[in-house]
Nanobody, 125 residues
Framework: EVQLVESGGGSVQAGGSLRLSCTAS????????MGWFRQAPGKQPEGVSC????????YYADAVKGRFTISQDNAKNTVYLQMNSLKPEDTAVYHC??????????????????WGQGTQVTVSS
């Protein structure tokens, strides 16, 4: 059984930082590309950032470019999302996801087959 478990969410003030982690089990991590998605109340889900299995390709949503960094540690089966200069509009539930094929069109939810339960990020002004 594939499991993706997120951690690291919480509440911070605007301008603060958080690092999200997602640890995968039940799959060969080296064979999968990973992504972070978020959904705020009343809004459509959004692809935040994705990283290819090799780490050589990374995508970022325009809203987070320059502030968020995705990385992975294949030895730990873990993908990270470092979030700096957080803004209230970053408030959402953040989910990690895995796909066997990261396509050139970027972080598209339909391309990801495995999902974590999510972790809440709340940024206050």
């Amino acid at each position: 059984e594939v499991q993706l478990v997120e951690s690291g969410g919480g509440s911070v003030q605007a301008g603060g930082s958080l690092r999200l982690s997602c640890t995968a089990s039940g799959l060969t991590f080296d064979d999968y590309s990973m992504g972070w998605f978020r959904q705020a109340p009343g809004k459509q889900p959004e692809g935040v950032s994705c990283i290819s299995w090799s780490g050589g390709t990374r995508y970022y949503a325009d809203a987070v470019k320059g502030r968020f960094t995705i990385s992975q540690d294949n030895a730990k089966n873990t993908v990270y999302l470092q979030m700096n200069s957080l803004k209230p509009e970053d408030t959402a539930v953040y989910h990690c996801a895995a796909t066997a094929e990261l396509k050139s069109r970027g972080c598209i939810r339909l391309d990801f087959g495995y999902w974590g339960q999510g972790t809440q990020v709340t940024v206050s002004s």
